[in-house]
Structures are given as C-alpha cells and as structure tokens.
C-alpha cells in the first residue's frame, strides 16, 4: 500500500506561483509513475501532470504546459508540482496518484492505483 498526503496548498493572486508537495509513505515510489490531477466544482477531475519512474518523461496537457513543473526527489519519497503564473481557472483540489504499471496511461485518472486526499488551490483575479 502507499499512502499520499499533498501540501502547499492556498490561495494566490493571479500571476503568483505555488508548489505542492506528494509526499508518499508505506513503499518507495521510484518505480512508480506519479500524476497530479485538478477537479474543479462542478467538473471532472483533469490531468495536469505526470513523471514517469526514476525520473523519466514527463506528460502535460497544453492547458499547464510551460507554467507548471513536475519533479520528484526519490530519496525524499516526494514529488513536486511548481506552478507559476496562475490563473484564475487553475482553481481547483489539486491530488496527487501513484500508479506502479509502468504501461499504464500517465494522463489517465483511472490508470492509477493510489490517490492523496487533495489540497485545495485557489487564484484570485
């Protein structure tokens, strides 16, 4: 099992910046392919980003491209989602997941195996 508990969450400007936290516990996660993924009020939860195991690929939709950063450090069992110029409609509960299938689809919600809780993040305008 592996348990996930996101931080750094809060509320920014528009134009600020924020870095969430992963980190993860019960098994080490550097061959694990971690997501991040956003569910705004009202609508389906979105892929924002994904790195695969030992520090491979990473994967972002245009929406987040250029502004926003995944990266993991293994010895701290952590991974990170620097996220610069946000904007209003980046306002949502961010999650991270894990997913050990190494095949799976990284941009795919239902691709992965263990979820945190959430973090919310909100930009104001």
């Known amino acids: 099992q592996v348990q996930l508990v996101e931080s750094g969450g809060g509320l920014v400007q528009a134009g600020g910046s924020l870095r969430l936290s992963c980190t993860a516990s019960?098994?080490?996660?550097?061959?694990?392919?971690m997501g991040w993924f956003r569910q705004a009020p009202g609508k389906e939860r979105e892929f924002v980003a994904a790195i695969r195991r030992n520090g491979g690929s990473t994967h972002y939709p245009d929406s987040v491209k250029g502004r926003f950063t995944i990266s993991r450090h293994n010895a701290k069992n952590t991974v990170y989602l620097q996220m610069n110029s946000l904007k209003p409609e980046d306002t949502a509960v961010y999650s991270c997941?894990?997913?050990?299938?190494?095949?799976?689809?990284?941009?795919?919600?239902?691709?992965?195996?263990?979820w945190g809780q959430g973090t919310q993040v909100t930009v104001s305008s």
């Open positions: 997941a894990a997913e050990r299938n190494y095949y799976s689809d990284p941009t795919a919600d239902n691709a992965y195996t263990y």
């Open positions: 019960g098994r080490t996660i550097s061959s694990y392919t």
